[in-house]
């Protein structure tokens, strides 16, 4: 945006600063910066602490690689799961969701990232030796990849399970087909091929 | 967001604190936090201190109502400003825009906010008195109301015309018509309606 006027040194340091949040440029980082200022002041301040407060309180999980206080996330340390079965997903919001299904019982990697060749990220900036080192820890049986069902997230699983799979791991993959609740005519004519292909014969 | 995880305190502190930003959910304040931890601690340590200094440091000028460092902005200060014009807008960001028109050499006021009755904003919330008091200064000649040409910045455009007028000041609103630079077949049948309607006649 242009400007002619001379502003004050902070809400130019606060509007450049805003900008390391994903997704916003310049015109979005003024617009927040107003508004924090004029309406919500105790927000700003309180968003100033937790931003520092969160980057100095957390560190990576030793076994998950999730965020958290402690050396290992109360998660790993949870002695009611199933240390037999590992779930590899791409970030923490996507292992919120696996637990919230309810339908899961043992633990999780998160990556953290996914490969993406055209973004130059590749294996070892994904850091899967960690990954290996915990899959192959003699205790784990199986892995799930519940990484996205998008380009890269099956790249990234097509990759991970050739390598697991190397290493005498049973890999599997989170199924594919029709969302639950859906209706067909909405349904995407890819996810109906794959449903298709991936049928399976009914109970009773 | 479904959440089944125990998650470290930091972290729900943090997505908490960002939903203070406009137009931030649950969701987009999560993929903001988990990028910031993962991605750009740096920057969310420069962030969390730019806007306590921000919201510590600023405060609102005595004569324009926008953000300075000191009690009158750099602005209201420039004695190369011809004082008897008043130009109002809503926001900062407006100032902005008509300075960099390179079109004005008159002083402003902001508003940072209108009127919006459907929101509660009234008369009172945007602090008109402040304005008229110093529209009132016995200098300013014409007041330039720059607001929005949206349905709330017409409205207090509107208000604020009669109020001023009252008071024996000039008081004009910016041209409305054809974009510079646009091709009619792209520009709305609205703004070509008030083009005819405002039409003047060529010069030479």
């Not at 994904?126 to 205790?139: K, M, P, Y």
């Not at 097509?158 to 190397?166: E, T």
């Not at 049973?170 to 298709?196: C, F, H, K, N, Q």
Request: glycine share 8%; aromatic share 6%; charged share 20%.
């Amino acid at each position: 945006m242009a400007s002619g006027l001379p502003e004050p040194e902070p809400l130019l340091t606060l509007v450049e600063a805003l900008r390391c949040l994903p997704g916003v440029g310049v015109r979005s980082a003024r617009r927040m910066a107003y508004h924090l200022l004029q309406r919500d002041p105790q927000g700003a301040l309180k968003l100033g602490a937790a931003l520092t407060e969160a980057v100095t309180g957390l560190r990576h999980c030793e076994r998950c690689n999730s965020f958290t206080q402690d050396a290992v996330c109360a998660t790993c340390s949870n002695a009611d799961r199933d240390t037999t079965l590992l779930c590899v997903v791409e970030t923490p919001a996507d292992q919120n969701m696996v637990e919230a299904s309810h339908g899961y019982r043992g633990l999780y990697y998160v990556l953290q990232g996914r490969l993406a060749p055209l973004e130059g990220v590749g294996p070892d900036q994904v850091h899967f030796a960690q990954l290996l080192e915990r899959a192959t820890d003699g205790v784990v049986r199986e892995v799930i990849l519940a990484t996205n069902f998008t380009a890269e997230g099956e790249t990234t699983a097509y990759y991970l399970a050739d390598m697991l799979r190397a290493r005498g791991l049973t890999v599997t993959r989170l199924a594919r087909g029709v969302p639950s609740g859906s209706e067909l005519e909405y349904v995407d004519a890819g996810t109906i091929a794959w449903a298709l292909m991936e049928r399976r014969p009914t109970q009773g």
